[in-house]
């Protein structure tokens, strides 16, 4: 059984401020796993900068990118994962809310399956030509529709040369095309697996709530304070 000691979390965003307190505060209240947290911001203008360096200053954050020019999705999920070192990384753009449990569950498909390169914790996924995957010995079909939220192998994003769209073009669909490229590698752990349920969701923001999330990382973090002082 492969043993994760830690990750490195790699979040984009463009000035979706709103949605992206809720998926930091989410990540910060649900990770039980060693991580750091990494976002990058494409040229926001819309305050994201400033709270980001807020959340940086204050401890919650480990690094924060600035963009100084618009560079797109592809290109800043590629700068903010190569800015990292971890054998094993999560990427999820802004607009992701991870639940309880998202950490064990992509960390248990790489255990279960010897061939898991991505452990995508998300309602859908792109994997094979018949849209067929399986879940601990039972088989789904799942419409394809690309990574949402994922854990990587960083060995597998650089045989492939990471993320990648034509030459000019900075918004499309590139994580489809990835996990194809990903899946034709000579690499052992090549192949792209999906928890169900989801972990992670498309945010609705009515159902969400930051008051909950701060409840949350408190209630943690006392629990945390309470561990370490027992050790000692």
Same mark, same amino acid.
């Given at each position: 059984?492969?043993?994760i000691?830690? =990750?490195?979390?790699?979040v984009?965003?463009?000035? %979706? /401020?709103?949605? #992206?307190?809720? $998926?930091v505060?989410? =990540?910060?209240?649900?990770?039980k796993?060693?991580? %750091? /947290?990494?976002? #990058?911001s494409? $040229?926001?203008?819309?305050?994201?900068?400033?709270?980001?360096?807020?959340?940086?200053k204050?401890?919650?954050i480990?690094?924060?990118?600035?963009?100084e020019?618009?560079?797109?999705t592809?290109?800043?999920f590629?700068?903010?994962?190569?800015s990292?070192?971890?054998?094993?990384?999560?990427?999820?753009?802004?607009?992701?809310?991870?639940?309880?449990?998202?950490d064990d569950?992509?960390?248990?498909l790489?255990?279960?399956?010897p061939?898991?390169?991505?452990?995508t914790?998300?309602d859908?996924?792109?994997n094979d030509?018949?849209?067929i995957?399986?879940?601990?010995k039972?088989?789904y079909?799942?419409?394809?529709?690309?990574?949402?939220?994922?854990?990587?192998y960083?060995k597998l994003f650089?045989?492939?040369?990471?993320?990648?769209?034509?030459?000019?073009?900075?918004?499309g669909?590139?994580a489809?095309?990835?996990c194809?490229?990903c899946?034709?590698?000579?690499l052992?752990?090549?192949?792209?697996?999906?928890?169900?349920?989801?972990?992670?969701?498309?945010?609705?923001?009515?159902?969400?709530s930051?008051e909950?999330?701060y409840?949350?990382?408190?209630?943690?973090?006392?629990?945390?304070k309470?561990?370490?002082?027992?050790?000692?």
């Amino acid at each position: 059984m492969e043993y994760i000691k830690n =990750i490195d979390i790699c979040v984009v965003t463009y000035n %979706r /401020l709103e949605y #992206l307190k809720l $998926c930091v505060w989410s =990540i910060l209240a649900s990770a039980k796993i060693n991580y %750091r /947290l990494f976002v #990058l911001s494409d $040229c926001s203008t819309d305050g994201t900068n400033e709270w980001l360096l807020d959340m940086k200053k204050n401890g919650k954050i480990d690094e924060v990118i600035i963009n100084e020019e618009n560079i797109g999705t592809a290109n800043s999920f590629n700068k903010v994962i190569r800015s990292t070192d971890s054998e094993w990384f999560v990427m999820s753009c802004d607009d992701m809310y991870f639940h309880r449990g998202w950490d064990d569950a992509a960390i248990g498909l790489v255990n279960e399956y010897p061939d898991c390169g991505i452990s995508t914790f998300y309602d859908s996924i792109l994997n094979d030509k018949n849209g067929i995957i399986k879940i601990n010995k039972h088989s789904y079909k799942i419409k394809a529709t690309g990574m949402g939220s994922s854990m990587v192998y960083r060995k597998l994003f650089d045989d492939v040369d990471g993320f990648f769209l034509p030459l000019g073009i900075k918004m499309g669909l590139f994580a489809g095309n990835f996990c194809i490229r990903c899946s034709q590698t000579k690499l052992k752990r090549n192949k792209q697996y999906c928890t169900i349920p989801p972990y992670s969701i498309q945010m609705n923001k009515s159902k969400l709530s930051l008051e909950y999330l701060y409840i949350d990382y408190n209630k943690r973090r006392k629990v945390e304070k309470t561990k370490h002082k027992n050790i000692k």
